[in-house]
């Protein structure tokens, strides 16, 4: 079943929250408003006040993409290369329809 890009972002929240806490401590949003979408899937971002340490980097320093079923990835966050972004968009989003029989409904 096909999710909405409301619940999307909740589980794109709900991962960000649980990688971003130890740097940004509690807050209401990790997350910018701007996204990106694909036929299916949406790509989410950090948002651009907090700020990662280096050594911390690998930890937090991601993007997160979610599916029209829900799927979440961790990513690359290329939200500053707008040609690479949409060559990655379209890409994972030929990943989620080719894995979409994998995904638990």
Not at 4 to 27: D, Y
Not at 30 to 53: G, M, Q, T
Not at 58 to 63: E, G, Y
Request: aromatic fraction near 12%; include cysteine; proline fraction near 4%.
């Amino acid at each position: 079943m096909a999710i909405e890009i409301a619940s999307a972002r909740a589980l794109a929240e709900a991962h960000a929250r649980g990688c971003l806490r130890s740097v940004a401590g509690n807050r209401d949003a990790y997350l910018r408003e701007e996204h990106a979408e694909a036929p299916n899937c949406w790509f989410f971002f950090r948002a651009k006040d907090i700020s990662v340490p280096p050594e911390q980097s690998l930890l937090a320093d991601w993007a997160y993409a979610v599916s029209r079923w829900g799927d979440v990835r961790m990513i690359v966050d290329l939200s500053g290369d707008v040609e690479a972004l949409s060559r990655y968009l379209f890409e994972m989003s030929g990943f989620f329809e080719r894995s979409r029989d994998n995904v638990p409904m």
